[in-house]
């Protein structure tokens, strides 16, 4: 394993805490069913529902290839509004593609013990690392990639994308998962609470501020979930999008995750810069049509 260089505001398990729940959600058998979903789409579509750390059942979307094999799987998240239905969008048509919806959040992984809104659902457990739900959430992607390679019975590499509430999630949980070889994360959350405690944001990332304000034990908690703490931890390529504007995830938290990933594997961190994040913009379709081309060419430069 790669060294990294361990800054003096990590906590000096943060790896070993990690690695344990890493370990614990492994022990998980996912039991992926399979279900009908009637979707016009390059792909033949399915919902999925599988089981993930703490026995929780989530839902989700799986996508397999029309003809032939499956190449490379695909892990794709989502932001803090959940997905309503898959979206194949940069996707080559030789992907197997696993469409996750994290615990607790719409429309398909709804649960009465989780808040329903962003703010609500960021707080869930946050008392403790063992109970905050980013954990059981990074759980759920390991989850979903051990249902992909069962579901297409085959060890195929792994690519994780996800934007958002998914880049801060996939930046936690790539570092401990060996059977992804690259990323892309667009606009990732919960990078440098250092520096996002601090700055003016909207949806979650205000939520756990004022949270923080008024309970200020929580930022030890904090400590563990930091996007850009796991990011410098990375051993993957990985295409990175930070918005030079954003009112939902400080900018300066999005290029702080950028920033560890170059630190830990150089070049391999690609960087796209977007006007803004989480709004509409003069040019943001041609920003998002240059960010679909990225991520399909991290996804079709992999190879089994």
């Known amino acids: 394993m790669v060294a990294h260089r361990r800054h003096s505001g990590d906590p000096e398990d943060f790896d070993a805490f990690w690695r344990r729940l890493a370990v614990e959600a ?6 992926p069913e399979l279900a009908p979903y009637p979707m016009e789409a390059s792909h033949e579509i399915h919902r999925v529902d599988l089981t993930s750390l703490g026995g929780m059942r989530i839902g ?17 998240s989502h932001g803090y509004g959940g997905r309503e239905e898959p979206d194949l969008a940069g996707m080559p048509d030789d992907a197997a593609v696993i469409f996750p919806v994290a615990r607790g959040l719409p429309t398909v992984s709804l649960m009465p013990q989780y808040g329903r809104t962003a703010q609500a659902h960021v707080l869930e457990g946050i008392g403790s690392i063992h109970t905050y739900v980013l954990g059981g959430c990074a759980a759920d992607i390991w989850a979903s990639a051990t249902a992909l390679r069962e579901i297409i019975g085959a060890e195929v590499p792994l690519v994780f994308v996800g934007g958002s509430f998914g ?7 790539l570092p401990w998962d060996d059977r992804f070889v690259a990323a892309a994360l667009r606009v990732p959350s919960f990078g440098q609470y250092d520096l996002r405690l601090k700055l003016e944001c909207t949806g ?3 939520a756990v501020r004022e949270h923080v304000d008024a309970h200020p034990r929580a930022r030890e908690v904090l400590r563990y979930f930091d996007a ?12 990175i999008a930070c ?13 702080a995750v950028h920033n560890a990933a170059r630190s830990a594997t150089g070049e391999a961190a ?21 960010w679909l081309r990225g991520v399909r060419d991290v996804v079709t430069s992999v190879t089994g």
């Open 26 to 31: 492994s022990q998980v058998a996912p039991e």
């Open 60 to 76: 989700g979307w799986v996508a397999l290839p029309k003809e032939g094999t499956p190449r490379v799987g695909v892990v794709c």
């Open 167 to 173: 880049g801060g999630q996939g930046a936690l949980a």
């Open 204 to 206: 979650s990332g205000a």
């Open 228 to 239: 850009a703490t796991a990011a410098s931890r990375l051993q993957i390529p990985t295409l």
């Open 243 to 255: 918005a030079l504007w954003d009112p939902s995830v400080p900018p300066a938290g999005q290029f």
């Open 270 to 290: 690609q960087l796209q810069v977007l006007s803004a994040g989480h709004a509409e913009y003069p040019g943001d379709a041609q920003e998002h049509v240059v």
